[in-house]
């Protein structure tokens, strides 16, 4: 990614701090949704959370029952809010790196997306634009754009784990996974000149895409990706267990003026921002 700036190419799920679905549906972690006070009054329980991170249940505190259920005053609501559930990303220098060394730059990036809703609490779907945009000194761009200017396909994000989760309240790494909307179809091809023509897609197409990870357990508006990449090998790779249909490995590849697809990796710092009143939290531990 590093040298194809492609601006974060795939930076688009960026916040995916999405995965987000109804506000009742249940979902293993990691979810996104939200970690609310209950009201004064409302009837106590072991199975409420003690905590504004809703990671461990009164239940398992020590203590008497009342001692525990003092501490059950958080509730966690999985998904996001219809109507409150849309986000925009910014980033700056993004480059997309081959490991045969093909690159292409672009200077920034924006996008604007939404956590979806009335799914899995997993999911988040956009479509970024990268300004700025450069090859071998050739100016790259989308068909039907400005100059300089790429535009991906519809993206779809979705959540899980770097790594096993291991025992009960132990740090917990997870992984946003960012594909194309499409079965079988590519993050974006354009052309830098008529004398470069470039396509990238997920490792063996399907819902294969690309890996960063993102933090959890806290509420937030705002939240920094960082795609990461050396010699056009992305960091991380793989996410353990995998969910189910997707590869454990993952990552990008780019076909440079028709000869073939070859790794890639992608390097871009993007800012997604939640562009409503509501703060979402992707949980690790519900």
């Known amino acids: 990614m590093r040298r194809i700036r492609i601006a974060g190419l795939c930076l688009v799920a960026i ?3 999405s995965a987000i679905a109804s506000a009742t549906a249940s979902a293993e972690a990691p979810e996104f949704g939200q970690c609310l006070k209950i009201k004064t009054g409302t009837e106590k329980k072991l199975s409420l959370y003690d905590s504004s991170k809703c990671i461990k249940h009164a239940s398992e505190d020590t ?10 005053n958080f509730e966690w609501f999985p998904g996001a809010v219809a109507g409150d559930n849309t986000f925009t990303t910014s980033g700056g220098v993004a480059t997309l790196l081959t490991v045969k060394g093909e690159s292409v730059t672009c200077t920034s990036e924006e996008s604007t997306g939404e956590y979806l809703v ?3 609490n997993k999911e988040e779907s956009t479509t970024v634009r990268f300004k700025g945009c450069k090859s071998n000194g050739l100016t790259c761009t989308t068909v039907g754009e400005a100059p300089g200017e790429l535009v991906t396909e519809p993206l779809t994000g979705i959540v899980g784990f770097e790594k096993t989760p291991g025992a009960p309240f132990l740090a917990r790494k997870t992984a946003l996974q960012l594909h194309p909307a499409t079965a079988g179809g590519h993050f974006i091809d354009f052309k830098c000149t008529a004398a470069l023509t470039i396509e990238v897609r997920g490792a063996g197409g399907g819902k294969n895409g690309i890996l960063t990870n993102i933090k959890n357990d806290a509420m937030k ?4 990706l960082k795609y990461k990449q050396t010699s056009g090998k992305q960091k991380p790779e793989k996410w353990v267990p995998p969910l189910a249909g997707y590869n454990e490995t993952q990552f990008l590849e780019s ?11 992608q390097t871009v710092e993007s800012k997604v921002k939640n ?4 703060k979402y939290e992707l949980n690790a531990f519900v």
Do not use: C, H, P, V
Request: net charge neutral.
């Open 275 to 278: 562009t409503g009143s509501k």
């Open 118 to 120: 009335g799914g899995n």
């Open 15 to 17: 916040f995916a701090m």
């Open 221 to 224: 508006f705002e939240e920094i």
């Open 63 to 72: 203590g008497t029952e009342a001692e525990k259920l003092k501490k059950a």
């Open 255 to 265: 076909n440079f003026q028709g000869t073939g697809f070859a790794q890639s990796g």
